[in-house]
């Protein structure tokens, strides 16, 4: 395999260190989980190492992770909104819409809003995050200060630690709301 580029595996090196010291291993100890070299995982962790994918993965599974726990994800507290796209005639199809990392708690929740209603979300507790999957209907939905109109099939995701509101239109709405905050413990 090749080796990922240089940029990312210098923004990887300081996360899989925090990640193996969360779980009390040492280098050597996790080196040897992953069969690789302790050198080499030094480097790695230093940033000055540029690890193919097959090493990052053997790295992520000695620490119990998925390997994109390990990539930093740029848009983790802001706001994402996501399309809705065709799915290929006879073809089976999956689109990753959001990553949640691990140390997270979260509650799934159906939303069902009859036509011309808003509802105020009252702000979470911080660090919240509000994922949105549009079933039917169409909503004006986020934060106060930069709402979205989604439709069936959009996505959107948002700080729900900030105020928020959905508001329907001419008709109803159903919306899948996945509420994720971080962990108390």
């Known amino acids: 395999m090749d080796p990922v580029n240089e940029r990312v595996g210098a923004a990887i090196g300081p996360e899989l260190k925090r990640r193996r010291e969360q779980r009390g291993l040492s280098a050597a100890e996790l080196a040897r989980r992953a069969g ?5 995982l030094s480097s790695i962790e230093a940033g000055r190492g540029n ?7 053997a790295l992520a599974a000695a620490l119990h992770l998925p390997l994109t726990d390990l990539f930093d994800d740029p848009v983790a507290s802001g706001t994402v909104h996501r399309l809705s796209t065709a799915q290929p005639d006879g073809e089976i199809s999956r689109e990753l819409l959001r990553r949640v990392s691990v140390g997270h708690s979260t509650e799934i929740w159906r939303l069902r809003m009859p036509a011309h209603t808003r509802m105020d979300g009252i702000p979470h507790a911080s660090g919240t995050t509000e994922h949105l999957l549009v079933a039917s209907g169409q909503v004006l939905a986020g934060l106060l200060s ?13 700080p729900g630690d900030l105020p928020h509101r959905y508001e329907t239109f001419d008709s109803e709405a159903d919306v899948t709301v996945f509420l994720v905050s971080p962990s108390l413990t």
């Open 36 to 40: 690789i070299g302790k050198a080499s």
């Open 51 to 57: 690890p193919t994918i097959d090493t990052l993965a």
């Open 146 to 158: 930069e709402p979205v109109t989604i439709k069936t099939g959009d996505f959107l995701s948002f």
